[in-house]
Nanobody, 120 residues
Framework: VQLQACGGGLAQAGGSLTLSCVLS????????WGWYRQAPGNQRELVAS???????SYADSVKGRFTMSRDYALNMVYLQMNDLKPEDTATYLC???????????????WGQGTEVTVSN
């Protein structure tokens, strides 16, 4: 099983980046995808999530600027980040949780993280 995130990089304030995350090798029912971020010295925080029925939720700090979407066929999620601010600088991590087809075993996978740096 592999959960791989990419798309991070350097952006100027007001700019945009799009992160993507793909799940491979897993045979499971996915309940929720989540994007988290962690800046040095800070706790990990949930930025955005999307449920299996497509419902999304966002942290107050990114509402109106970030949009999370999902490609069901490809087992991928995206995080479109617009109007970036220096305080968005962090390592962004992808998470997916769910269970096997018999709803016996639960799964919770994390990707390796992708760095986002926003400069003034």
């Amino acid at each position: 099983v592999q959960l791989q995130a990419c798309g991070g990089g350097l952006a100027q304030a007001g700019g945009s980046l799009t992160l993507s995350c793909v799940l491979s090798g897993a045979r499971m029912v996915i309940n929720t995808w989540g994007w988290y971020r962690q800046a040095p010295g800070n706790q990990r925080e949930l930025v955005a999530s999307i449920t299996k029925d497509g419902s999304t939720s966002y942290a107050d700090s990114v509402k109106g600027r970030f949009t999370m979407s999902r490609d069901y066929a490809l087992n991928m999620v995206y995080l479109q980040m617009n109007d970036l601010k220096p305080e968005d600088t962090a390592t962004y991590l992808c998470n997916v949780n769910g269970h096997d087809f018999w709803n016996i075993r639960a799964f919770d996978f994390w990707g390796q993280g992708t760095e986002v740096t926003v400069s003034n």
